[in-house]
Structures are given as C-alpha cells and as structure tokens.
C-alpha cells in the first residue's frame, strides 16, 4: 500500500516538476521574444483561456477577444496554459497566408484530442490532414455537389413541414404559442442529416421521450453545455495522453462534464452498429437497392471502406458518421435560431422578408427559385455574417515561419512589426467573428443586424478569403466547410417554410438573453436566468394574409 502512494507521489511530483519547469523556460522566452502585445497573463495555469472559454455576455455586448483586439489592434498575444502564449489574429493577409498554407498550420493536438474524445479512435475528415485529408476528401466530397444538394431539398421540405405542423398545434385558443426554437431546430436538423446523409430515422421531431437512444445521445451532448464551457476540458486535453489518463483515474471531478464522455462512447457505439448493418446490407443487396443514391454519403464511406483501392479503414469509416452528424445539424441549427431571434427583434426586416417569401407562387420552390430570392439572400447572409456559428478557428505552426500581416504590430518591447515570425508549436487563433464585424471593412455599422447591406457589398471585404460569400462563416482552402452549399440551402428553406406560416416575437424581454460561449468557438443564445439550458423562448402567432 505504502509503495502505491509512494509511486503515486513521485509521479505527481514529476508532473508538477515538469509543469513547473516547461512554465518557467516559457516565461524567460516571453519576456525576451517579439510576440505582439496582448493583455497580462491572468493565471499561471489558465492563463486567459478562463476568460476566453467561460461566461457569457449581453446581447451586442463585446466579448474579451473584442475589447483586446481594440487595445492591442489586428493581432495580439494572450496567455494559454501553462504559461504559454497564443496569438489571436484578425488580420487578413495573416488569415489568408494559413489558410493556403495548410500542410504547415494544422488544427492543434489539444482541438485534435477533444474531437477524437468525441468521435472515437479513426481519424475521420474533420481530424484528419494532409495526404490522408486530400484522399477523405476526394472520396465523399460528391456528396455535396450542386446536383446532390438539388436533390435533398425535398427532404429540407418534408422536415420543415413536418416541424412546423408540429409547432401549428402549440397554438392555443388565445392564437399564439410558445416554443423553445433551440430545441425544435436541433431536432428537425439533426433529424435531416440522419436522413440524407446516411439513411437513419433519428424521429427526433416526434420523439419527445427519446426513446431513440442516439437521439438521447445528442442531446444529452448538445444540452451538456456545462462541459463545454469549462476551461478544464481544454487544460486536461493539453496534457500529454497518459497524464490525462493518470488524473481522470485519481480524480474523478475537476469539472469534467461525465455526460458529455458517456454520450460519446454511446454515438460511437451506435454509428459501429450502423456502419456495421449498413455495409452488411449494402454487401447483401448491391447499391441497386431504392434505398441507396450511388453519391449519398453513406454509400460513398462504404464503397471506399469495402475497395480494395486503397480502402479507408473501419475505424475511419466509423469515425465519418459522428463527425457529420455534428458537423451537419447543430451549426445550421445553430445559425437558424440566430435568424430567428434577429427576426424577433427586428419587425421591419421581418416584414419584408415575410413579403418576398408570400410572392413565391409555389409552396415548394426549387433550389434555383429559392436562390433568386434577394432579400432571402441577404438576410442568410448578415445572419452568417454577425452570428458566424464557429467565431474563431485555432491552428499550430509545425514550423518556424514569417506570416505577412496587412497591419503592423507594436511587440511586449515596444518594437513595431510589418511581419509576424512565429516559432514552431506557435498556437493561432483566428477571430472569425472579429473579422466579419471589423468596422473598417464593413463599415460604421459593422456590428448591426442590417441585411441591405448584402445589396450593396463594401469593396474592402472582397479580400476575405472564404468558400462563401466573403465571409469566413465556412472557412475556405482545402479545409473549406464541405456542407456550405448542404446548409445555407436548408437554411433557406426553414426561413422560406416557417415564414409563410408564423409571425415571430421574443418569449422573454431582451434584456433577459444572453450570448453563450461555448469551448471558446462557438457561442448560443441563451438565457440569463439559465444560460447553461440554452433556450430561446419565441411566441409564434399563425400568419395571416
Ligand atoms: C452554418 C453551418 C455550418 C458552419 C458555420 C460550418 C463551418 C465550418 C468551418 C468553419 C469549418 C472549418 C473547420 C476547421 O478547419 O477547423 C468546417 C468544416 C467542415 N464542415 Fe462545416 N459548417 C456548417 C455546416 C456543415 C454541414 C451542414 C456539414 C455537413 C453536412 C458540414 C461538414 C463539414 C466538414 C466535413 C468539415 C471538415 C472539412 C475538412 O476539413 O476538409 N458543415 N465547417
């Protein structure tokens, strides 16, 4: 007994040696490095990742990365963990120059850890780099094509209809209801993706109790936000694997959100039997069956899987399924209740949204006719623009190199920069958000809702690299969001069906809601009696021509 707690002790020791040590070298570097100037570390340990991961602010409120961008200008220095430093950077040419450079600025170790924590041991598309990127990539890509797209909008229909006839009998005699949009938008999207992507019947529309247990799954994952919003979820993924597991054995608390860990073994044990019974149909009846499209996605991870062409592995296969799934519904759904809180607060752009969406002749628009839509367009686009579901995207340097900045710097030593030369292991941030609401691109009223600007685009922001539309929404390069054309498509068609049915008011005072930050990139509208449930109360009143 006396040896195990001595073992325990010295290996506790040599970690903490370790930490210790690594922190000091770091801070001796720091002081004499040319790294742009930033705010004073807040902690040896957290650095200011506490500030960055957690809490939340007001509505149109500036976040942290907002106040010290207007300090410490396009690109500053922040505190990481342990007392290393990290860049955050809203520069454009900066932006640009990793973006075209992705064989040598990769999503971090820790980004990697949390994303395979989730979406199990293979190493799927949103994991994956170079070479073994480019083959994934080639493989299911198809599945996105304009063509493909065109042919999954009745599926975006079928569900939209089938939410808001839901939504029509919640209203009461009084002739209005309420809903909670964060609810019903990540049913109906996670429901889509299981449908178009890989032929599953989530039901999550019409399963209240959950009985569907992958259903269950994500919620409990998506609704966990306590895990999410603690910093210690990304201080325990930087620790090298065997530490992670050495203090998750000891010490079971520590913040660690436990649903978030069961509900993933659960998806990845759901999407092994789903993979597993999908190959062994696919294996038995050919593609010929009703049910397989030749470029659906399912059948394009199983036809590579089962080649044997250089085969994608099971485990990689696997690792697909959940990675879509997420990917694909709660950024949309995300985006989608964003609008319609922006609809809700603003009556005028409501109303002539509502207008141009009641001239349509057809209940059922086509691609084509959804996308001739202007105003349509436009306001998905601000949307996109202001409430962009991923704000910042992280990358490490995997080598010594000089990125161009359009803006010079002034570094911890007062020393003005044109360039910025980061060292190998150097972690970025990229402040999406910053960018998309940067008053010297967009203009004075960059942080306001206003979709007309879409009608008459600024010149400066045609330099944003992006897969869509100027804007970093959906990154861009060869990393570039591969379900852009799949979400903004099915984003129209929630708009184009809910507003042909209701009008949309706030279910709470303004001053009640809140931004969420979740896991420092993404952030929800929530509540501020409750922010960690992450719902928005709307009232819907039956539409009346
Ligand atoms: C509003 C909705 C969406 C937003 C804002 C969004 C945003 C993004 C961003 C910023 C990335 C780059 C991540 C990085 O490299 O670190 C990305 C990648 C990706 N997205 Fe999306 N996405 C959305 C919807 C979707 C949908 C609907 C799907 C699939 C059906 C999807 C599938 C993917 C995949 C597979 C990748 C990885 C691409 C690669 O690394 O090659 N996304 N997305």
Not at 45 to 62: A, H, V, Y
Request: contains cysteine.
């Amino acid at each position: 007994m006396r040896s195990a707690t001595n073992i325990v002790a010295s290996v506790l020791a040599s970690i903490v040696s370790y930490y210790l040590l690594r922190t000091v070298c770091r801070f001796l570097l720091r002081v004499s490095s040319s790294l742009p100037n930033g705010p004073s570390n807040a902690d040896w340990l957290f650095g200011n990742q506490k500030e960055i991961w957690s809490g939340s602010t007001g509505l149109g409120e500036p976040n942290p990365l907002d106040n010290w961008h207007e300090i410490y200008g396009r690109t500053f220095t922040a505190g990481g963990f342990f007392g290393t430093q990290r860049i955050y950077s809203k520069d454009i040419k900066a932006i640009q120059h990793i973006m075209r450079n992705d064989q040598l600025y990769l999503k971090p170790p820790v980004m990697r850890n949390i994303l395979k924590s989730i979406l199990g041991e293979g190493t799927s598309i949103i994991v994956a780099e170079r070479e073994e990127h480019k083959i994934q990539r080639k493989v299911m890509n198809p599945a996105f094509g304009p063509n493909e797209i065109r042919e999954l909008t009745s599926t975006f229909f079928e569900k939209s209809i089938e939410m808001r006839d839901i939504w029509n009998s919640r209203i009461t005699a009084e002739g209005f209801g309420k809903i909670d949009s964060v609810y019903w938008l990540s049913k109906v999207t996670v429901d889509i993706i299981g449908l178009t992507g890989f032929n599953y019947h989530f039901n999550a529309l019409n399963d209240p109790d959950q009985t569907n247990e992958l259903n269950r799954a994500f919620t409990t994952m998506f609704r966990s936000s306590g895990g999410w919003t603690s910093p210690w979820m990304p201080l325990l993924a930087a620790l090298p694997q065997t530490v992670q597991q050495f203090i998750r054995a000891f010490v079971s608390v520590l913040g660690y959100d436990t649903a978030i860990k069961s509900s993933a073994e659960c998806i990845q044990r759901q999407c092994r039997e789903l993979m597993m019974e999908s190959k062994a149909f696919l294996a038995a009846t050919g593609e010929k069956d009703n049910g397989w499209s030749t470029k659906n996605l399912l059948s394009l991870i199983l036809k590579s899987n089962m080649s044997s062409n250089t085969p994608m592995s099971d485990v990689d296969a696997i690792a697909q399924i959940p990675t879509f799934l997420i990917a694909g519904h709660d950024t949309t759904s995300l985006a989608t209740n964003w609008a319609l809180l922006e609809l809700a607060l603003h009556q005028d752009i409501q109303s002539k949204l509502g207008e141009e969406i009641l001239s349509v002749r057809t209940a059922m628009p086509n691609v084509d006719e959804l996308n001739a839509l202007p105003y349509l367009d436009a306001f998905v686009r601000e949307t996109m623009r202001l409430h962009s579901p991923i704000t910042t995207l992280n990358r490490v340097a995997t080598q010594d190199d000089i990125i161009p900045l359009t803006y010079a710097f002034t570094d911890r030593n007062g020393i003005v920069h044109n360039e910025l030369p980061v060292r190998k292991g150097q972690l970025i941030h990229l402040t999406l958000h910053q960018v998309h609401t940067d008053k010297s691109l967009w203009g004075p009223h960059a942080d306001e809702f206003r979709p007309d600007r879409w009608l008459n685009v600024p010149n400066g922001v045609q330099a944003i690299p992006g897969v869509w539309s100027n804007l970093l929404t959906f990154w861009g390069g060869t990393h570039g969001c591969m379900g852009w054309r799949f979400s903004v498509t099915e984003m129209k068609v929630f708009l184009f069906v809910l507003l042909r049915s209701f009008h949309f008011e706030l279910g709470v005072p303004k001053d009640e809601l809140t931004v969420l930050k979740m896991a420092s990139i993404w952030q929800r509208p929530s509540l501020k009696s409750a922010p960690m449930k992450t719902e928005l109360p709307l009232i819907i009143r039956p539409f009346k021509v």
